[in-house]
């Protein structure tokens, strides 16, 4: 492995520990030349994936750049380290498990907006205003009032009423 800070090619491995979910293993490497510490992440990829874009080109697929989008979308919200990085984890199996090579970018958005629905309402409609470019305010409206049903079902399946005050 190649030293981030001084380019020499050999460093060497002081500890390698695995991930909490298993997923991964972090390597703790230092360079035998200027004596730097670095980390580094290793995954298992199942498959070279591909990205269509909207536009028709084919780019190879970035995990670190799904990563951010999420972490973006739930930036400041309750929702632990470790459970974002479970999602990504999960959108990543997902894709590679379609055995498909070239996924079309408009299905990884769609699964990622899924995916965050169910752990977080605020970062799917900050990860949704941001993949379907929302221009105007009728745009939030919206899709505001699709996720209505689930929280009112949640309500309703609860026995709570609105109307109610509690004692």
């Given at each position: 492995m190649r030293c981030p800070f001084c380019g020499h090619d050999d460093?060497?491995?002081?500890?390698?520990?695995s991930s909490e979910d298993g997923t991964a293993i972090r390597r703790r490497r230092v360079c035998s030349v200027c004596t730097q510490r670095f980390t580094t992440v290793?995954?298992?990829?199942?498959r070279e994936l591909n990205v269509i874009k909207a536009d028709g080109r084919r780019v190879p697929f970035d995990r670190d750049?799904?990563?951010?989008s999420v972490r973006v979308a739930l930036r400041k919200r309750p929702v632990e380290e470790e459970r974002q990085e479970r999602l990504?984890?999960?959108?990543?199996?997902?894709?590679?498990?379609?055995?498909?090579q070239d996924i079309s970018s408009h299905?990884?958005?769609?699964?990622a907006m899924d995916a965050l629905r169910e752990v977080d309402g605020v970062a799917y409609v900050r990860f949704a205003s941001v993949y379907r470019d929302f221009r105007e305010v009728e745009a939030f409206s919206k899709i505001l009032a699709d996720m209505n049903p689930i929280t009112g079902d949640a309500d309703a399946?609860?026995?709570?009423n609105d109307s109610q005050e509690t004692p």
């Open positions: 460093t060497q491995v002081k500890d390698s520990r290793e995954r298992v990829q199942l750049k799904l990563s951010r990504v984890n999960g959108l990543v199996r997902q894709l590679e498990a379609s055995g498909e299905r990884i958005g769609e699964l399946s609860s026995g709570k």
